[in-house]
């Protein structure tokens, strides 16, 4: 029988790296013990025969693929509670580690909701007794849960949940009600067929009072015939783009009761009699959004990760094409065209990955914090989740096209596994928040920071250059710190850009609401470049923080990664650099010139601008991708994808 044997191109490649893989591997696990403990849980469910399918999934039925995915779900969560009770730790089920296994099977798992939101708002948004009673058995999986606050009719406004739980005093009881067809919940995980209890987010009512949206457990289906309990209504809602058996559902109440203490109480309560005790904010509420939102940045360096090794592989042992008569045809990783799509994709993953762990650490310190009563951190931490889980998952998924892209016919074949990848990144950008509605939130903290800026006053840290960025250095050095100071005045001249914006509209009549909305195009990007300086400054600042602990050799390999970041970035936004000029003589401020006419900041006039400042920066452009292009072929003798 012909043994599988590695491609011989492939082989050569991965004998030219110039740095210790494992030391490498170490890095990207965040350490040897992350790298055993990732070992230990793949060595675990690699060998299981029941996970690997002999026919391809597209091939089975609708029913058929959810059976095959509950299967799959059931053997990892089984070997997942062997290697919890081994160790005696729930490091295991940490969601990160529980995502990780789950996605090891190829199909989305039907108990995704339940390691990713369920067991996370337990957590975090139920009391110590609540606790008590509900969290081992969620971890046992002895009941299987989902997080149901999206209705047909809303999932960005929240405020707007039609939902209603009204307190009952007479029988101390919560009735759940599902008002009219859009209330009906619609999209939850798990809500198909699998789950038994769910967290649903309702608008609380007691005393004839609405208190706002708050989450309550609900059990929804018989724990011993699986059956929905009676005023209950529960289904699947058909076909997606991708995501086949994440089972998501629908769900709608008819005056279904449950009792006062199902209400998650760690932050609101509603006494016996009633009466409603507010939280210290009713933000906390949307606790487990921003866990995931946190958690969602390294998860799209993941599935970019996994996107990008199967470009450079396929890149590695493809040949194609003559370029030179009678000569072989070059493996297309020659071809600098080739180099230039798939090189950012790698270098996004570190970037991305880095970044996850730098705002992971953020999000950690703020929940110490909240512990203690300590609101300061979290409008920051809310904009920071939000405009990074928007711009990560839009980047990983625009990437993970362009890899599949990059690999030409064969990247098509769901054998490839970039449908799968693709259908999943694709659903990160709208699920948690959609991609626009997060860098709106964004943007109304950004406009609060270009106030204080003004004012002086002493900003939080992501902002802080806003005050100082007049005191940038005049000179324009070809380094990666000048390239974050200017994407820093980028992001300050794009901030000013919309505030001014705002600020016209009002002058010209319009109440804010209305002149936030005129400005909304010119918003959404002061957050897309704010959010863009952090992930350059940030990468940069972790590859110069861990290169001193690490061999020269792989120090230097991902510096290069970190400066094919800048570069890139550099050239995607030249017409945003070309905008920032310094002003020579008098003033050291970098100066946002808006080339939009004073008189009109309408979109028309703006994209007519933006193509004016698109022609002019040109030539900027074609001298840096000149720069970026030798250094992608110098890389590309020395740049090692021996790793992939
Ligand atoms: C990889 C593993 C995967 C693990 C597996 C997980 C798989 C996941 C599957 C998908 C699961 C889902 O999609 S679950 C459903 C996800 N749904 C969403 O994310 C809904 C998105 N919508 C929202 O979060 C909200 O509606 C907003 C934030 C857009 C608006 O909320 P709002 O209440 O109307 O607030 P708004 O008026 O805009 O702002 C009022 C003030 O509140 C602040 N504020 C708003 N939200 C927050 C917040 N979360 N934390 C702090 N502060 C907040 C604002 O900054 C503002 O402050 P100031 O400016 O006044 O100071
Ligand atoms: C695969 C998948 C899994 C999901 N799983 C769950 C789950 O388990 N539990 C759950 O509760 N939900 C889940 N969701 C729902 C998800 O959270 C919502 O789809 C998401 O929050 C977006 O809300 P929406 O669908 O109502 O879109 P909308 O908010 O209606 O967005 C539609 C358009 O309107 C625009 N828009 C909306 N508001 C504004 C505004 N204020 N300003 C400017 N533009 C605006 C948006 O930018 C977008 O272009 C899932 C969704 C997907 C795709």
């Not at 025969?49 to 779900?73: F, I, Q």
């Not at 975090?124 to 209705?151: D, N, V």
């Not at 906390?284 to 090794?309: F, H, P, Q």
Request: proline share 3%; with cysteine.
């Amino acid at each position: 029988m012909a043994v599988n044997k590695v491609n011989e191109d492939l082989l050569r490649e991965r004998a030219r790296y110039t740095f210790n893989i494992e030391e490498l591997t170490n890095f990207i696990d965040g350490g040897e013990e992350g790298t055993r403990n990732r070992r230990e849980v793949e060595d675990m469910v690699i060998h299981v025969k029941e996970l690997h399918d002999e026919v391809p999934e597209d091939y089975l039925s609708h029913k058929e693929r959810y059976e095959n995915a509950v299967k799959k779900g059931c053997i990892l969560i089984d070997l997942l509670k062997e290697h919890v009770l081994r160790h005696s730790s729930f490091d295991a089920y940490k969601p990160s580690n529980m995502y990780r296994v789950l996605s090891m099977a190829k199909e989305v798992s039907p108990v995704l909701l339940h390691m990713g939101m369920f067991v996370p708002t337990i957590f975090g948004q139920a009391s110590a007794e609540q606790q008590e009673e509900w969290l081992h058995k969620a971890l046992m999986l002895e009941i299987i849960g989902t997080y149901a606050q999206t209705e047909l009719g809303h999932g960005t406004f929240l405020r707007g949940l039609e939902t209603t739980a009204t307190y009952d005093p007479s029988t101390e009881e919560f009735v759940l009600h599902s008002p009219t067809l859009t209330s009906y919940k619609w999209w939850p995980g798990g809500l198909g067929q699998t789950a038994n209890h769910c967290i649903v987010v309702a608008q609380l009512y007691s005393r004839e009072k609405c208190y706002g949206v708050h989450a309550f457990l609900v059990q929804i289906r018989d724990s011993e015939t699986h059956m929905p309990l009676p005023g209950i209504k529960v289904g699947d809602i058909g076909p997606k783009l991708g995501f086949q058996t994440a089972n998501n559902g629908f769900l709608g109440f008819d005056h279904f009761r449950i009792p006062r203490k199902n209400m998650l109480m760690r932050n609101a309560q509603v006494l016996k009699d009633g009466r409603y005790v507010k939280s210290k904010s009713d933000k906390l509420t949307y606790g487990t959004m921003m866990l995931v939102r946190v958690m969602i940045v390294s998860d799209a360096a993941y599935e970019l990760s996994r996107a990008a090794t199967i470009a450079a592989r396929y890149s590695a042992v493809r040949r194609q094409s003559m370029p030179r008569p009678g000569q072989p045809e070059p493996q297309i990783l020659d071809y600098v065209t080739q180099q230039h799509k798939v090189f950012i994709a790698i270098a996004t993953s570190h970037a991305l990955r880095l970044t996850g762990g730098w705002l992971w650490d953020a999000y950690s310190s703020l929940t110490h914090d909240l512990d203690q009563g300590n609101l300061d951190q979290l409008p920051e931490l809310h904009a920071l989740a939000c405009c990074l889980k928007a711009i990560s998952s839009r980047d990983s998924n625009s990437l993970v096209e362009q890899c599949r892209m990059s690999c030409g016919g064969h990247g098509y074949m769901s054998s490839s596994n970039f449908p799968t990848i693709y259908g999943a990144t694709a659903a990160t950008v709208t699920y948690e928040g959609e991609y626009t509605v997060m860098l709106l939130q964004t943007a109304r903290y950004l406009m609060k920071a270009w106030k204080e800026a003004l004012g002086g006053i002493v900003l939080t840290p992501t902002v802080a250059y806003m005050v100082t960025y007049n005191k940038a250095k005049p000179a324009w050095v070809n380094t990666p710190e000048a390239i974050i100071q200017g994407f820093h005045a980028v992001a300050v001249g794009k901030v000013k850009e919309a505030a001014d914006g705002i600020e016209y509209h009002q002058n010209s009549g319009k109440d804010y609401e209305d002149a936030w909305n005129a400005a909304s195009v010119m918003l959404v990007k002061a957050s897309e470049c704010y959010c863009r300086a952090i992930i350059c400054e940030t990468f940069w600042k972790e590859i110069q923080k861990h290169s001193r602990s690490m061999s020269r050799n792989l120090a230097v390999v991902l510096q290069q990664l970190s400066e094919l970041y800048l570069s890139y970035w550099v050239l995607e936004r030249s017409g945003d650099f070309f905008q920032v000029r310094t002003v020579p003589l008098t003033r050291t401020k970098f100066e946002f010139v808006s080339f939009a006419s004073p008189k009109c900041h309408c979109q028309m006039c703006t994209g007519f601008v933006a193509h004016i400042t698109s022609v002019v920066v040109l030539a900027v452009q074609v001298s840096i991708q000149n720069l970026t292009l030798t250094f992608c072929t110098r890389k590309r003798n020395e740049f090692d994808i021996g790793s992939c």
